[in-house]
């Protein structure tokens, strides 16, 4: 699939940058458009929505937050550990803002399955359904989202 020059320079506002390291793409060398569809498709199969899961990620993110790196239990049998970076960073969409580096790690304690939370990685599944390319540390795949928020 060609790229269009609008995804090539998405493309390239999403790769590694001083900000963001190693970018948001990963190893994913799909289009951006592709990447989008192909997790909303993902979603559809599940029979959820952007706005099914972001508002609970928000939300365990937002409650882990508050308890200053104790655990908390994001749902039954999933727990929830913030751990504090300093400094922040600024959005890959431009004018959105920066956001804080701290980062959520989400368990679930019978598997060891896990997801990390960010808030730019919330914002960017938020208003852009972007959970960001394969191989990338803070990728959160749709159907594991789904599967530790009990939604699947």
Known sequence: MKESP????????????????EGFLGKDSRPVSEIIATDLAELDRLNLT???IAPLLEEIYN???NAFGGEIEAGPGVAAVYYEAMGRI??????EGTFRKGEVVVTERSSGKSIILTALSIHLIKH??????????YRI???????LLRLA
Do not use: C, W
Request: glycine letters at 14%.
């Open 63 to 65: 409650n882990a937050v």
């Open 141 to 147: 795949e749709p159907s594991l989202a789904a599967e």
């Open 128 to 137: 852009h359904s972007f959970f960001q390319g394969r191989g990338t540390r």
């Open 6 to 21: 609008s995804d090539i320079k998405l493309r390239e506002m999403l790769g590694p940058t001083v900000f963001s390291g």
């Open 90 to 95: 600024p959005s890959p969409f431009g004018g």
């Open 50 to 52: 952007v706005n099914n």
